[in-house]
């Protein structure tokens, strides 16, 4: 099998495993059986293995010794302090690259951004989000700070589950898109501040959006951590 074939498999399983346990269907501490995985996706065990390595990379998955793979368990109140933090380092980036992004760069990040939107068309949240990185990465790169843009793409790395399924809710990849393009007018106008705010905005998905999102994933965090129940801290969305 090619190396290409392989990782397309290992992708599928991983993108099937990772939506089952954002939304709950795989409960925290459920155990990820290779043979049975590999039988219910109709691959060779390797992609399963390869699956499963990507997702207990992201926190997802928990590898233990005489156990194997099973699902880790996330807190509501863990997910509220990792989106807050998300939201105060693509701020960060988005005020620095509004000041240091080349016109060549500039450029490139709305070709992304126009690229997007056929994908709101088909409602094709999955391929909307291959390109959504794409677009949030520029701005990292555009910050033109390695150590900021390593930093900012480990807790996207973390969150990233989390922030592809709050796509698939009604009416957010038309937000997603309108609000990234506000995001490239201040980029493009220098406006460091305002780049700023809105990718912050852009992350918290301010109040009652932030807390929807929360609701769709609390069947998994509330039978996780016992800290789940805590009362989540308010994302702070104040300027």
Same mark, same amino acid.
């Given at each position: ?16 495993? +990772? ?14 059986? $290779?043979?049975?995985?590999? +039988? ?21 998955? $928990? ?5 194997? =793979?099973? &699902? ?12 807050e933090v998300m939201a105060e380092l693509e701020?960060?980036?988005? !005020? ?7 016109? !060549? $760069?500039?450029?490139?990040?709305? $070709? ?21 990185? !794409? ?28 922030? !592809? ?12 898109? =309108? ?23 852009? &992350? ?6 932030? &807390? ?22 308010? &994302?702070?969305?104040?300027?």
């Amino acid at each position: 099998m090619s190396d290409s074939r392989r990782q397309r498999l290992a992708d599928r399983v991983r993108l099937g495993l +990772e939506r089952e346990i954002v939304t709950g269907d795989l409960a925290p501490g459920s155990r990820l059986d $290779e043979a049975g995985l590999a +039988e219910r996706y109709s691959v060779s065990r390797t992609p399963v293995r390869e699956a499963l390595m990507q997702l207990a990379a992201g926190g997802l998955v $928990e590898m233990r010794p005489r156990q194997g =793979a099973l &699902v880790a368990a996330i807190g509501t109140f863990e997910l509220a302090e990792m989106f807050e933090v998300m939201a105060e380092l693509e701020a960060l980036c988005g !005020r620095l690259a509004a000041r240091r992004m080349t016109p !060549r $760069e500039r450029t490139g990040l709305a $070709e992304l951004h126009a690229a997007c939107g056929p994908y709101l068309d088909g409602a094709d949240a999955d391929g909307y989000y291959a390109l959504n990185l !794409r677009f949030h990465e520029a701005i990292y790169a555009g910050s033109h700070n390695a150590f900021l843009e390593q930093e900012t793409r480990k807790i996207r790395h973390r969150l990233s589950p989390y922030r !592809r399924m709050q796509l698939h809710r009604p009416g957010r990849l038309s937000d997603s898109h =309108a609000e990234h393009g506000r995001v490239v007018a201040a980029i493009a106008a220098g406006e460091q501040e305002l780049a700023g705010r809105l990718l912050k905005d852009h &992350v918290a998905i301010q109040s009652d959006t932030f &807390v929807d999102f929360l609701a769709t994933v609390g069947k998994q965090a509330e039978r996780g951590r016992p800290d789940a129940g805590r009362e989540p801290r308010p &994302v702070d969305t104040t300027h």
